[in-house]
C-alpha cells in the first residue's frame, strides 16, 4: 500500500481528510478536530508500525495511525495537566474487498485490536515516565500530574469496488440482543466509493486503485 501510506503521510491531507468526510465519531458525536499543528510525523510512524505488529498475520486490513502531541505538557511529554491535553492517537483502518468470515467480523476483530493497541500504548508511556524518574499510580479520580497516554480514535475506510456486505457494529455479533449492555463498539465505517466524491476522497481511491492495479485488470478482463 505504498500510494496510500504516501497519501497519510500528508500531515495535511490526513488533517482535512479527518476533520471533513471521514471524522472519527464517540457514541455518534464527532470527536474534536485534529490540529495540523499539532501531528507528530515520528509518533505517528512508531505507533502505525507498533499497531501493525499487534494484528495476527492474514488480517486484510491495514492500519495507519496519525498521532497528535499537545504541545502543552509537562516532564517533557510524560505526563499532563489535564486529560484533554493527552495525546491522541486517530487510527485509520483500511479495509480492502473481503469475503467472509472477515466481514462479518471486524467489528470484534477492531474491538479487540484496540484495546491491544490501549495496553501497549499504556505501557509505552509508563515506561517513559519511569525513565524520567517518574512513579504511575493506579486511582479511581487521578489528580495531575496525569500519564500521557494517548487516547484512541478511529475510523474505518472499506475502500473495496465491490458493495460491502459484512457487519459495522459489535451488537450485530452479540448471540442474544435483550442481553446486550448497549456498547455498540461501532466501527465508524465510511464506504468511500458510495459517498460523495470531492478532492479528498478521490485522490484516496486513485492511491488505492494504484496500490491494488491487479483488481482493475480482473474487472477490465471480466468487462470483455
Request: hydrophobic content about 40%; glycine content about 4%; aromatic content about 10%.
Amino acid at each position: 500500500m505504498n500510494k496510500i501510506a504516501e497519501l497519510l503521510k500528508d500531515k495535511r491531507y490526513a488533517a482535512e481528510l479527518l476533520n471533513g468526510p471521514c471524522r472519527p465519531k464517540h457514541k455518534g458525536q464527532n470527536c474534536a478536530p485534529i490540529n495540523l499543528d499539532w501531528i507528530d510525523e515520528t509518533m505517528s510512524e512508531y505507533a502505525t508500525e507498533a499497531s501493525r505488529r499487534l494484528l495476527p498475520a492474514g488480517i486484510p486490513y491495514v492500519p495507519y495511525i496519525i498521532a497528535e502531541r499537545n504541545p502543552d505538557t509537562m516532564y517533557d511529554g510524560t505526563s499532563v495537566d489535564s486529560n484533554d491535553k493527552r495525546m491522541r492517537y486517530f487510527v485509520i483502518m483500511i479495509v480492502p474487498d473481503s469475503e467472509y468470515p472477515y466481514n462479518h467480523s471486524i467489528p470484534l476483530i477492531n474491538e479487540l485490536w484496540r484495546l491491544s493497541l490501549n495496553c501497549h500504548e499504556t505501557m509505552r508511556a509508563c515506561i517513559a515516565a519511569a525513565m524520567s524518574y517518574m512513579i504511575v499510580q493506579i486511582a479511581e479520580n487521578p489528580i495531575p500530574p496525569i500519564l500521557n497516554n494517548a487516547i484512541i480514535e478511529w475510523v474505518t475506510l472499506y475502500l473495496g469496488r465491490e458493495q460491502y456486505n459484512g457487519i459495522t457494529a459489535l451488537s450485530e455479533q452479540w448471540d442474544d440482543i435483550s442481553e446486550f449492555d448497549g456498547y455498540e463498539a461501532d466501527i465508524n465505517l465510511y464506504k468511500v466509493r458510495e459517498m460523495e466524491r470531492n478532492d479528498l476522497l478521490q485522490r484516496l481511491i486513485a492511491a488505492y486503485d494504484e496500490d491494488f492495479p491487479e483488481m482493475n485488470n480482473m474487472g477490465a478482463e471480466d468487462n470483455e
